[in-house]
């Protein structure tokens, strides 16, 4: 999995490629809290259009990240993973939890 | 179509749960799953595998998690063996949001997906003895 980062107009906008299952959650985790905590952040966009791979584990980091976010008074958005990582995104109803965007653009707005 | 079998076994670590679910999707790719069934038996595998990664062994112990799938008269099994520490009741293990983690980001839901996601799940378990999942799945079409 790989994961990069960008503050735009004081959001931190964390894009990830690649497989979010158990290993990938771990690094997930880690480099979010770290990148919050660097930035000072507290509004975040997490860009899943190029996660190939998403499981219970990596669904439990990002409603991790939204509740640390909330705590602190900040948000969690998400671009929606594409085809076919989608079926355990939607699958799960996420979009009833966490507010969903089809694009980058559309989370940013 | 001809029956095939596969067999793995790997140390119970996070980063074998890939390849056991790749492994698993390219010999399902031996019977007529649509691209959507194949990435539902992704998440049920992945679901079985990091339930023995997190659960099935003490860290100062660590084991192995046991594969094994095949394929007759047009349908799949695949059985997802740990011989770890157990579960003492099933039925309450395979419950909704039912979790022994303390790490508030394990959902419990992989026993869900894994049940949401196939045909049909078998849970066979008993303390001291390991667990086996086996998941039943065969082509929609």
């Known amino acids: 999995m790989q994961l990069e980062h960008e503050v735009v107009d004081g959001r931190l906008v964390v894009r990830v490629a690649g497989e979010l299952d158990l290993r990938g959650a771990e690094t997930f985790r ?9 930035t000072g952040a507290r509004r975040v966009v997490v860009n899943l259009r190029r996660v190939t791979f998403i499981d219970s584990t990596g669904l439990g980091a990002l409603l991790g990240r939204q509740r640390r976010l909330l705590a602190m008074g900040g948000s969690l958005a998400v671009v929606r993973p594409a085809a076919p990582a989608r079926v355990l995104f939607d699958a799960a109803g996420l979009g009833a939890v966490l507010p969903v965007f089809p694009t980058e653009e559309k989370a940013l707005a | 179509m001809a029956e ?5 076994e790997v140390p119970a670590r996070a980063e074998n749960v ?3 679910r790749v492994s698993v999707a390219a010999f399902a790719g031996g019977l007529p799953f649509t691209l959507p ?4 038996l992704k998440v049920a595998v992945s679901e079985a595998a990091t339930n023995c990664v997190l659960h099935a062994y003490e860290p100062a112990s660590p084991g192995r ?3 094994r799938a095949h394929h007759r008269d047009g349908r799949l099994l695949v059985e997802v063996r740990d011989r770890g520490r157990g579960i003492a009741d099933v039925a309450q293990a395979r419950q909704a949001a039912y979790t022994t983690s303390s790490d508030p980001e394990h959902l419990g839901l992989g026993f869900s997906f894994m049940e949401q996601f196939t045909d049909e799940l078998e849970v066979a378990s008993a303390p001291g003895e390991g ?7 065969r082509p929609r079409g």
Do not use: F, S
Request: proline share 0%; aromatic share 4%.
């Open chain 2, 4 to 8: 095939n079998d596969l067999l793995i």
């Open chain 1, 30 to 38: 880690r480099e979010v809290d770290e990148w919050v905590a660097l």
């Open chain 2, 37 to 40: 069934e194949i990435e539902e």
């Open chain 2, 131 to 137: 667990t086996t999942v086996r998941l039943h799945k």
């Open chain 2, 65 to 67: 998690i046991e594969l």
């Open chain 2, 18 to 20: 890939a390849l056991l």
